[in-house]
């Protein structure tokens, strides 16, 4: 089974870092910005299913913002990356919350906050109002959390899954064929 799931957020907060360390377990400190969009791909085993996640990292520079959604079009989940060392980017974290909620009802927003690994930074303050799911707090650098995160999703999108098999993956279901009762 494949499901998409796009990682988005502000400039610099560490998507493209956190989509290699989980697809390849590497981190470059001398990542350039992401132009558009880069894809990884990354099998796992989920409770006994082997799935495969198409990773969409998307550019955080504002110029290309209004590209961002029609890289998670048809994604049951989004990543909302935000640097738990800069408040703003957590303010832009809420802005694509609010936007996802709002535009796209369908997709699963899941929080997570990179550079945990950072000195002085409180999880209480990250916690967005009406949230149900739980707020990842990882590190791309050293990889704490990392495979949680994915592991997290996974499950939840194999919960979601209908077990359609035609195609096997979940973004070419038509959403009213979906599981529904999630969030």
Known sequence: ??????????????????????????????????????YVEQTMEIEGHTITLNIWDTAGQERYAQLVPMYFRNA??????????????????????????????????????????LPDYSQKQFIPSGYTHKVHFVSAKTGEGIKELFEYIGKML?????????????DSIPLQQRKSGCC
Request: charged residues 20%; glycine residues 8%; aromatic residues 12%.
């Open 76 to 117: 049951p989940c989004v990543i909302i990356v935000f640097d738990v060392s800069a408040e703003e980017s957590y303010k832009v974290a809420l802005q694509w919350y609010a936007n996802v909620k709002e535009n796209y009802p369908d997709i699963i927003p899941i929080f997570a906050g990179n550079k945990c690994d």
């Open 158 to 170: 194999m919960e979601n899954y209908d077990g359609n098999e035609e195609d096997n993956q979940l």
């Open 1 to 38: 089974m494949q499901f998409k799931v796009a990682l988005i957020g502000g400039a610099g907060v560490g998507k493209t870092a956190i989509s290699h360390r989980f697809a390849y377990g590497l981190f470059a400190s001398d990542e350039a910005p992401t132009i558009g969009a880069s």
